[in-house]
C-alpha cells in the first residue's frame, strides 16, 4: 500500500482540514462545520447517499490529540478510496479534538477528556455533535483511536445480536502491527485483542464516551480501535487504514 503524508505535519488541524476539503471536492462529499471548539471550527462529512432512517457507517477520529495515527489513518483511508466515498452511505468525523491534535494532548484546552464528556449536553461542541446526528442510525461506528500503553494492536466491539467480526479486522490491522495478546487490557478480559461489551451492560462511572453513546443511541455495532502509539507512524497509519476498510467491507456483506 503506497499513501502520501508529511510526519512533521501530522498534528496540523489547519493542513489535515484543508486535505478534507480537497478531497469533498473530489469526492462528492459533503462537508460541514458543525462547531467550535477552543477557537477552531468543527467540521463533519456525508455522502449523498447517507440518508436519515438508512443503515449507514459511522466513522471519527482525533477525539484523543495525541492519537495522531487516527486522524491520518482515516484520510488516508478516505483518500485512497475517493472514487467510491459518495456512493458509501458514510459519516465522517474527521478530528473531534482539534486542540489536542494541535498540541498533541489526550485532552481539551481546558482540560477536559472529550471521551468521557458525552452526557453533557450543556457542552456546546457535544450538543452540536449530537444534532448533526439525530435522525441517523448507522449499521457500524467506528471510533480510532491509540493507546500508549498498548503492546500491539486491540479493540473493543459491542454489538446488537451480531455476529462478532472484530477478530477480522484485527487480523487486517495485524500485518503491520502485532496483535495485543495480553489476556487482560485496560483490566478487561482479552482475547487476542478482543474485547468484547454489551451494549446492555455498560457502565458510565466516569463519563459517556463516545462510542457508548453511540450504542445507546445511533449504531448496531460500535468498535472502538486502538493502535499501540509508540510504534512506528507509519505502520500505524497503516494498521489504521487496513481495519477501517475491513470493518467497510464486512459492514456490507
Known amino acids: 500500500m503506497i499513501f502520501d503524508f508529511q510526519a512533521h505535519r501530522i498534528h ?111 457542552l456546546p461542541r457535544i450538543r452540536d455533535h449530537k444534532r448533526v446526528l439525530d435522525g441517523y442510525s448507522f449499521r457500524l461506528a467506528l471510533c480510532l483511536h491509540e493507546d500508549y500503553d498498548a503492546q500491539g494492536v486491540y479493540l473493543y466491539e459491542i454489538r446488537k445480536r451480531l455476529t462478532p467480526f472484530g477478530q477480522e479486522l484485527l487480523a487486517a490491522a495485524g500485518f503491520y502491527i502485532p496483535i495485543d495478546l495480553r489476556r487482560t487490557i485496560e483490566g478487561r478480559r482479552a482475547k487476542q485483542g478482543w474485547i468484547a461489551r454489551r451494549a446492555s451492560k455498560l457502565p458510565v462511572a466516569v463519563g459517556m464516551p463516545e462510542s457508548i453513546y453511540l450504542s445507546k443511541t445511533h449504531s448496531e455495532r460500535n468498535i472502538t480501535l486502538e493502535t499501540p502509539s509508540e510504534y512506528d507512524l507509519g505502520l500505524r497509519i497503516q494498521a489504521q487504514i487496513a481495519a477501517i476498510q475491513r470493518a467497510i467491507e464486512l459492514s456490507f456483506i
Open 12 to 122: 496540523d488541524y489547519g493542513y489535515l482540514i484543508k486535505r478534507w476539503k480537497t478531497l469533498a471536492r473530489r469526492s462528492g462529499l459533503i462537508c460541514t462545520p458543525y462547531s467550535n471548539g477552543d477557537e477552531l471550527e468543527l467540521y463533519y462529512l456525508r455522502s449523498p447517499a447517507l440518508k436519515k432512517g438508512d443503515s449507514g457507517i459511522y466513522l471519527s477520529a482525533g477525539i484523543h490529540g495525541d492519537e495522531a495515527a487516527s486522524t491520518e489513518g482515516l484520510f488516508q483511508w478516505a483518500n485512497l478510496h475517493y472514487s467510491v466515498l459518495k456512493d458509501l452511505p458514510v459519516m465522517i468525523f474527521p478530528c473531534l479534538n482539534p486542540w489536542g491534535l494541535l498540541h498533541n494532548r489526550r485532552t481539551d484546552a481546558e482540560d477536559r477528556d472529550l471521551n468521557r464528556s458525552f452526557h453533557l449536553d450543556e
